[in-house]
Nanobody, 122 residues
Framework: QVQLVESGGGLVQAGGSLRLSCAAS????????MGWFRQAPGKEREFVGA????????LYADSVKGRFTISRDNAKNTGYLQMNSLKPADTAVYYC???????????????WGQGTQVTVSS
């Protein structure tokens, strides 16, 4: 069993930056890959990026590539989503999720956090 808690969301102006954290707890939390997803009002949940359990492999959605960076610190059982050059279109609730493999498809993720709101003003 893995529990995930996101933090770091908030209100930021376009062009600004935020760093989200995802604290994982559970005996084997550091052995799980971590994915980040977001859901804007009236839209489906979409993939943002993912990182392998070791941190050696990452993948990103095209919409955030070059602006967002995913990392993790297994000693702290925490994953991070660094978001730069934010746009109003990035406004959404952001979720972290855990699974054995870093995948784009949210249906494969077994564990989910509660989400944190990110609002980007123009």
């Amino acid at each position: 069993q893995v529990q995930l808690v996101e933090s770091g969301g908030g209100l930021v102006q376009a062009g600004g930056s935020l760093r989200l954290s995802c604290a994982a707890s559970g005996r084997t939390a550091s052995s799980y890959a971590m994915g980040w997803f977001r859901q804007a009002p009236g839209k489906e949940r979409e993939f943002v990026g993912a990182i392998s359990w070791s941190g050696g492999y990452t993948l990103y959605a095209d919409s955030v590539k070059g602006r967002f960076t995913i990392s993790r610190d297994n000693a702290k059982n925490t994953g991070y989503l660094q978001m730069n050059s934010l746009k109003p279109a990035d406004t959404a609730v952001y979720y972290c999720a855990a699974d054995r493999h870093p995948l784009r498809d949210s249906s494969f993720y077994e564990y989910w956090g509660q989400g944190t709101q990110v609002t980007v003003s123009s």
